[in-house]
């Protein structure tokens, strides 16, 4: 602002100087002395800037037109209402049937030219589909699924396929999804080559393919987070049908169910030696029934191994930390999957301090529930003498804990808590001692009983429309989170008591191998994942109050 002040200054400067010099050209000086005094006059402010363009470029003509027959030439123009530039042009833009050497692009102002320099074959129809490459200059608005679609011949194919992606875990529509198809006899190139048929997903996870030959296919809808559309990494999520596609009709209501795959190569991504002395391990998968073997380590005394319920990852504590290197063998159902070396220098030290976190939820225990302390460490003692537990400042005695086994860290404190109270535990100093000789320093837990007000009481009663299938039922609270779940084979009613009020959903999993657990899919042996069924009704549970639901399992979902 500094800087246009002093221009001004200076244009008056040179108006006044111009203006006592001569009158001659007074034509001139009368412009002159316009301009200079608009430019005087001009306001000083901040330009104010609209709302933001959120509107990609618009096709406004096309030559020749879109969805043309007995195409001759060697070049497309495509002019749009604005300025554009290409994104990701060569992985993004492609051509059906593919061609050897790709067309040209190149942007002239606000048209797009094409020239083919590769002959086109005869009596054949050709798609340009764009993906996400054409967007605006300033906002990079993209317009989304824009294809050219031309023909050689006097027929133009015209067959489609439309139906909708959904994830496989909550049956939830999918968005930025590409779905795309591979005629069988190139199905080959699955995983290798990135297919030219394709599309992506709406907001409500529609999709739809058009202009598309009568042919058999294999359709496919893959998340990633790259944009080569190449499934090629388990991280990635894949969609696809068990059946080829015969098309020769359009079809509709096709479903895919979006999943990621277990890796099929078992790999410990994550091996270290923490600052405390624990060994942890993280794998890319989860194990079934895991176990470690130590494997030329004879003087390794009972290791304390605890493996999350997942079985994706494992901690470690022994009770000498004392070896060079340790070589660490991880199995699965008693088979080694992979064997890992850890490393440390005998100059290395380990700090501990003994901590421990609680079952309470913003510091309130639920009712008709212990009191349930997990610790940091495994704990080769606790000094009952040296725990207190206060009620309103009145030390109760006689206090006993119960570890949780086979845990080394969880323990349990049961008590007839009451409302009103307000309790304080209190691990005075030495009174924990862990496995490695650690004592605690003075720990302190304030608390209180919940109202039994917040809590209300569910029945879940569920009956089998097919009685030979079993399932597992998980009560599933307005954040997403598992609340409850349970494994069913026949007829029954659930008893939920006691569960906070909210909003909550039954969420049915078809087990079909009857392990418990929701199994994914498997694109090689062309397994899909199994069936979810979400009940259409949102159970909210009210304070103080038993509430009954009735589901019925469909046969089919």
């Known amino acids: 602002m500094m800087l246009i002040r002093k221009s001004l200054n200076t244009l008056k400067s040179l108006k006044n100087s111009l203006i006592s010099k001569t009158e001659k050209n007074s034509a001139f000086l009368l412009v002159l002395v316009g301009v200079l005094t608009l430019a005087a006059c001009a306001s000083l402010q901040t330009p104010q800037g609209g709302p933001r363009d959120q509107v990609p470029p618009k096709v406004l003509n096309e030559n020749p037109k879109n969805l043309s027959r007995n195409f001759k030439g060697n070049k497309i123009e495509i002019t749009f209402d604005e300025y554009f530039k290409l994104s990701n042009e060569y992985s993004e833009v492609s051509i059906s049937p593919a061609q050897e050497i790709p067309p040209q692009l190149k942007i002239k102002q606000k048209t797009l030219v ?6 086109l074959e005869a009596n054949t ?7 996400k490459a054409i ?3 300033n906002e990079s608005n993209i317009l989304k699924n824009y294809s050219f679609v031309f023909a050689t011949g006097d027929q133009l194919d015209s067959l489609q396929i439309r139906g909708k992606v959904i994830n496989s875990n909550d049956n939830k529509e999918e968005k930025e999804v590409t ?9 080959s190139i699955f995983g290798k080559k990135k297919p030219s048929i394709y599309t992506t997903t709406d907001s409500a996870g529609n999709f739809a393919l058009k202009n598309l030959k009568e042919n058999d296919y294999r359709i496919y809808a893959l998340k990633e987070k790259g944009a080569d559309r190449i499934y090629n990494s388990p991280d990635e999520e894949i969609a696809f049908l068990r059946d080829s596609i015969y098309l020769n009709k359009d079809t509709n209501g096709i479903v895919l169910k979006l999943f990621k795959e277990v890796p099929s190569r078992f790999r410990t991504l994550d091996r270290k030696i923490e600052n405390d002395g624990k060994i942890f391990l993280n794998f890319n998968r989860p194990i079934d029934n895991p176990s470690i073997n130590f494997i030329g380590s004879n003087d390794i005394k009972d290791p304390i191994i605890d493996f999350t319920s ?11 930390m004392t070896f060079d290197s340790l070589k660490v063998q991880i199995n699965e159902n008693k088979m080694p999957l992979d064997t890992v070396v850890l490393r440390r220098s005998q100059k290395d030290e380990y700090k501990r301090t003994i901590l421990f976190n609680t079952n309470l939820s913003a510091g309130k225990i639920a009712p008709q529930r212990p009191l349930t302390i997990t610790f940091n460490y495994p704990i080769a003692n606790i000094n009952d003498s040296k725990v207190a537990l206060y009620v309103d400042s009145t030390r109760l005695e006689g206090l006993k804990f119960r570890k949780l086994v086979p845990s080394e860290r969880k323990y349990e404190l049961s008590y007839p808590w009451r409302t009103k109270k307000k309790y304080n535990l209190v691990f005075e100093d030495d009174a924990i001692t862990d496995i490695y000789g650690t004592t605690n320093k003075e720990l302190k837990l304030s608390f209180e009983l919940d109202e039994i007000e917040n809590y209300g009481n569910l029945d879940l009663k569920i009956s089998k429309a097919d009685s030979a299938k079993n399932y597992v039922i998980q009560l599933i609270n307005e954040k997403g989170d ?6 069913i084979t026949e007829n029954t009613t659930l008893h939920y008591q006691y569960i906070p009020t909210n909003k909550y959903r039954v969420k049915v999993i078809e087990d079909a191998n ?3 657990v929701f199994d994914t899919g498997n694109i090689s042996t062309k397994t899909q994942p199994e069936k979810v069924y979400i009940f259409d009704k ?4 009210r304070a103080n109050w038993d509430r009954e639901e009735s589901l019925t399992i469909p046969a089919e979902f």
Request: charged content about 25%.
């Open 310 to 320: 997942k079985g994706d990852s494992v901690s470690i504590w022994l009770r000498e």
């Open 125 to 131: 129809t050709y798609t340009i589909n764009f993906g």
């Open 135 to 137: 967007q605006d200059v």
């Open 538 to 541: 949102e159970i909210v549970t």
């Open 482 to 487: 598992i609340y409850r779940e349970n494994r």
């Open 514 to 516: 009857n392990n418990g």
């Open 114 to 119: 094409i020239n083919f320099k590769d002959s």
């Open 179 to 187: 779905v795309f198809i591979i005629p069988v006899s190139r199905d």
